[in-house]
């Protein structure tokens, strides 16, 4: 009886963290449209057009993705060249390596009326900390606020 008990545990610790790691069902129905630049043009923004949410007429929750933008990437390749005196060999693979590997995904929450942003993170750590900002006027949040607010 042991054994059996010992040999279903394993199978457990073997088959949780697929479970638990496993990319959602959900991530092949994400559609992801570019938004715009932020960061001084280091981040490109995209938003999940299929997951925005509307909690009332002035207030939506939607799905945001940052990634490098190439010029940002190029121009650190470029300074780390210089640094270093050596070349690169593949600078476009490593740039797929990083916007894959370094991509983060938020949850915005925009208050249409008062121009305001919640950047609310999606994986929770010890330290959770939701920023409430202001939308700039020429932004990529006010792109997303242009497009997704009722009017």
């Given amino acids: 009886m042991k054994m059996t008990r010992h040999f279903m545990?394993?199978?457990?610790i073997f088959i949780l963290p697929f479970l638990l790691f496993r990319p959602s069902a959900n991530a092949e129905d994400k559609e992801w449209k570019l938004m715009g630049k932020t960061d001084n043009g280091k981040f490109l923004l995209y938003v999940d057009t299929k997951s925005i949410s509307y909690g009332?007429?002035?207030?939506?929750?939607?799905?945001?993705?940052?990634?490098?933008?190439?010029?940002?990437f190029h121009e650190s390749v470029k300074k780390a060249e210089e640094v270093s005196g050596t070349k690169f060999d593949d600078p476009e693979g490593l740039y797929k390596i990083i916007v894959k590997t370094e991509s983060k995904e938020y949850l915005y929450e925009i208050d249409c009326e008062k121009n305001q942003l919640r950047d609310i993170p999606l994986a929770t750590s010890s330290i959770n900390i939701v920023t409430v900002s202001s939308i700039s006027s020429g932004s990529a949040e006010e792109n997303i606020k242009k497009e997704f607010c009722k009017k």
Avoid at 9 to 12: A, D, E, F, N
Avoid at 61 to 69: A, D, F, L, Q
């Fill in 9 to 12: 545990m394993g199978v457990v």
């Fill in 56 to 72: 009332s007429e002035s207030i939506f929750t939607i799905r945001v993705k940052k990634e490098v933008s190439p010029e940002a």
